[in-house]
């Protein structure tokens, strides 16, 4: 299997523009989640989803970001404005479970600088 | 609210010498706990995970740990530590029924040839 599959792996982009983050999931699994990571905060859970479903988005920052997750094979994680607090490394990741928790396999990330 | 700590944020051993990497976490009900590797330039990858039975818990590359309830620790340890393990270390827990994950800040290992 290829993996969790992100692009772009790094983006650039100046301070109020749309920045649109991409991730293709495992084939079969059937949760997915973006997390994003900094120096400051460390990694924390934005969204997840369950069968293509929001089911927390609690850790969303603000209205600014947005998620869908439009079929099995696709989600984005989207940031309209852009700041450039939003820099950081953007890790989108999935898993299988079957009948109770199981390991979430994680893609390479995106890294965001917003300037 | 729930969380991880990491005790270390940085370690610097040489090689062969034994590791352990502390890591508790507050959280009052069962927790699913995951031990995750970041090499330098690669993504994270699975070390081991606790679900439920044996509290002593073996992974890849011979890395083991222990979950200790009444500590609620979830400890990192590897007899013999070698330069390929030089990467970045989180420890990481679920519960409640959520299914995110809650991460340490994560620990940079550093080991001297």
């Known amino acids: 299997d290829a993996g969790v599959i992100q692009s772009p792996r790094h983006e650039v982009t100046e301070m109020g523009q749309e920045v649109t983050l991409r991730c293709k999931p495992i084939s079969g699994h059937d949760y997915l989640f973006w997390y994003r990571q900094t120096m400051m905060r460390g990694l924390e859970l934005l969204i997840y989803?369950?069968?293509?479903?929001?089911?927390?988005d609690s850790g969303m920052p603000e209205d600014r970001f947005s998620a869908k997750m439009p079929n099995a094979s696709f989600s984005t994680l989207k940031i309209q404005p852009s700041e450039p607090r939003d820099s950081a490394v953007y890790f989108c990741?999935?898993?299988?479970?079957?009948?109770?928790?199981?390991?979430?396999?994680f893609g390479p990330g995106t890294r965001l600088t917003v300037l | 609210a729930q969380s991880v700590s990491q005790h270390n944020h940085h370690v610097i051993l040489s090689e062969a010498a034994s590791l352990e990497l502390g890591c508790n976490y507050s959280?009052?009900?069962?927790?699913?706990l995951f031990w995750y590797v970041q090499y330098p330039g690669q993504h994270l990858q699975l070390l081991l995970k606790y679900f439920s039975g044996d509290p002593l818990v073996k992974g890849i590359k011979g890395f083991e740990a222990e979950f200790i309830k009444s500590k609620f620790s979830f400890n990192l340890r590897k007899p013999s530590v070698q330069w390929s393990d030089t990467a970045e270390y989180f420890c990481?827990?679920?519960?409640?029924?959520?299914?995110?994950?809650?991460f340490g800040k994560g620990t940079h290992l550093i080991i001297q040839p």
């Open positions: 959280y009052g009900g069962t927790v699913n």
């Open positions: 989803f369950n069968n293509n479903v929001p089911i927390d």
């Open positions: 990741a999935s898993s299988f479970r079957d009948r109770g928790p199981d390991t979430q396999y």
């Open positions: 990481a827990f679920s519960g409640g029924g959520a299914d995110g994950l809650t």
